[in-house]
């Protein structure tokens, strides 16, 4: 013991007694403990959750559960949007391909008349309005994937 440095040992009759004992001849065939052999005294057996249970998470613990299940439902609430957003882009290219595709056809019969070449050119404009949209909302769907990953 570090306090009983330099002092003699005040307990001399309790050793004459104790010496013979089983347990100090089994101490002294013993190594001597190392330093962090006090640290393990739990069983390993030992789970917290067994010791814990029915016992109320702490504060911090409880406010780090609250702000991980406010991120997830953030999360999926973004998840959600993206994938309304794909589906609303996905259905947009469809009708616009659905257009091009029925104008095509009409130009390889000849029905188009004289003044439907300008909604034709008018038609070709919206097309690449749509086409425009997409890109933009695709860039943005990118960029708020970029924000999550």
Do not use: C
């Amino acid at each position: 013991m570090p306090a009983s440095k330099g002092k003699p040992f005040a307990f001399e009759h309790y050793w004459a007694m104790l010496k013979n004992r089983e347990k100090w001849k089994v101490r002294d065939k013993e190594a001597p403990p190392k330093k962090g052999a006090f640290t393990l005294l739990d069983d390993e057996d030992d789970d917290e959750e067994e010791r814990n249970k029915g016992r109320p998470d702490g504060t911090k613990k409880a406010n780090d559960n609250m702000r991980k299940d406010l991120e997830a439902s953030s999360l999926r609430e973004k998840i959600d949007h993206m994938v309304k957003l794909n589906e609303l882009m996905v259905t947009m290219t469809i009708e616009a391909k659905k257009r091009v595709g029925n104008e095509e056809v009409s130009r390889e019969r000849g029905e188009v008349a004289p003044n439907q070449g300008e909604q034709v050119a008018k038609a070709a404009i919206q097309d690449k309005r749509a086409q425009d949209e997409e890109i933009k909302a695709l860039s943005k769907l990118i960029a708020e994937e970029n924000k999550i990953i």
